[in-house]
């Protein structure tokens, strides 16, 4: 822990629910311990057990739910209730708060217990949640640029009222240092994952969707990678995108060559990448078959509204133009429940009152974003355990 990075924490949650608030965006404070969280086949919620002292008056009540109180489950995500209060008719609605996921890497970049920021539109669509993302990123990055130039001229009669942060924030790094708050950053590029895969890897993926064995072709003989009978085409498709593709977004595309080479030298080196202006990427329209909670698109129903952003070492956001058939829903998540059950996790029915507020939605959209990941790029912080008071690390490690 750094205290100083944790100061710019909290200074710059402050600055991001300002621009939600201004913008006219109502917050909402979710439960964060739920009966039914997601489905998520490679999340894993913290279980526990919710009991009712009173429940020992009304014996029907415990017959009901059985003996040993009601299973519940921190949420890995606020996204049910956020889309239940659409379906209640709220707009223009967001979360920052905690969210909790277990067996998570404590690799520098991610922690048990993290700030997640959800944000959802009605009658909207992906191209409104890029924009919001952009101008909340440049928003943010501008005023905390302001507030160390203030910071900085502190002595020529500036109130010490304004001074709202105590730098340099970091041993090794300032505000000032970080390329989003030198205003280094460029256009947001806006890259289909078609696209991304042409560009990237040399591939052209239209004609490889559902095909697998054409996919793992490309795989073995392309990439020299190794596929296995069990693989399925999103096995392989992930193979290749993690290993190929997504280490090269985020950064200018001069800098591919050094993002994927293993040889050190002052121009990888860490503090140089924190130091090296990124180069921001959304990549949407995603395959159908990692659609998730999202529609499919009208034009061409073998992808899917889906959103993701990259900034530097980072992916900062996941959103989705949201699916409303509760039909279709209900069979993503009987998928993702026998993919669980395949791969020996536990697994727990699907949310029918969710289900059932889906279609009073509206076309709505939705996406989650990563705070602290935020806060690393600004603060240049080599390790989410700089800016986080008390990290899992610290508090658990022993």
Excluded at 90 to 101: A, H, N, Q
């Amino acid at each position: 822990m750094n205290l100083e990075s944790v100061k710019a924490r909290s200074r710059i949650v402050q600055l991001v629910r300002r621009w939600f608030d201004d913008q006219g965006f109502l917050e909402m404070l979710t439960p964060r311990l739920v009966g039914l969280p997601g489905q998520e086949p490679y999340l894993e919620p913290f279980w526990t057990t919710v009991n009712n002292p009173l429940d020992k008056a009304r014996p029907e009540r415990s017959r009901r739910r059985g003996q040993g109180g009601f299973p519940a489950a921190l949420v890995t995500s606020p996204e049910y209730a956020m889309k239940r209060l659409l379906a209640a008719g709220l707009d223009k609605i967001y979360d920052l708060g905690p969210c909790f996921r277990n067996n998570e890497p404590w690799d520098g970049s991610h922690d048990p217990e993290f700030l997640m920021l959800e944000w959802y539109r009605r009658d909207s669509n992906v191209e409104q949640l890029m924009d919001d993302a952009e101008n909340m990123i440049r928003w943010v990055a501008g005023r905390i640029k302001n507030e160390e130039f203030r910071m900085k001229n502190a002595g020529d009669g500036i109130p010490n009222s304004e001074i709202s942060l105590n730098l340099p924030l970091t041993r090794e790094i300032s505000y000032s240092e970080s390329p989003l708050v030198k205003g280094d950053l460029g256009d947001f590029r806006r890259l289909t994952v078609e696209q991304a895969w042409r560009e990237y890897a040399g591939v052209e993926l239209a004609p490889l969707l559902d095909d697998r064995e054409a996919l793992a072709k490309v795989a073995v003989e392309k990439f020299h990678q190794t596929v296995t009978p069990d693989d399925t085409w999103d096995d392989i498709y992930f193979r290749i995108f993690l290993s190929v593709i997504e280490p090269k977004l985020g950064w200018p595309s001069t800098d591919s060559e050094d993002r994927k080479s293993s040889v050190s030298s002052n121009e990888t080196s860490p503090l140089t990448r924190r130091l090296r202006a990124p180069d921001p990427v959304f990549l949407y329209r995603y395959p159908a078959s990692q659609a998730s909670l999202a529609c499919k698109c009208a034009d061409d129903p073998r992808w899917a509204e889906r959103v993701e952003l990259y900034i530097g070492p980072y992916e900062l956001a996941n959103g989705f133009a949201e699916l409303r058939d509760p039909v279709e829903q209900r069979a993503r998540f009987d998928e993702e429940r026998g993919l669980r059950s395949r791969l020996g996790k536990k697994t727990w029915p699907s949310d029918e009152k969710f289900l059932a507020d889906l279609p009073r939605m509206g076309n709505a959209a939705g996406i989650a974003f990563g705070v602290e990941r935020l806060a690393m790029l600004l603060t240049g912080a080599e390790s989410i355990n700089d800016i986080l008071p008390f990290p899992a690390r610290e508090r658990f490690d022993r």
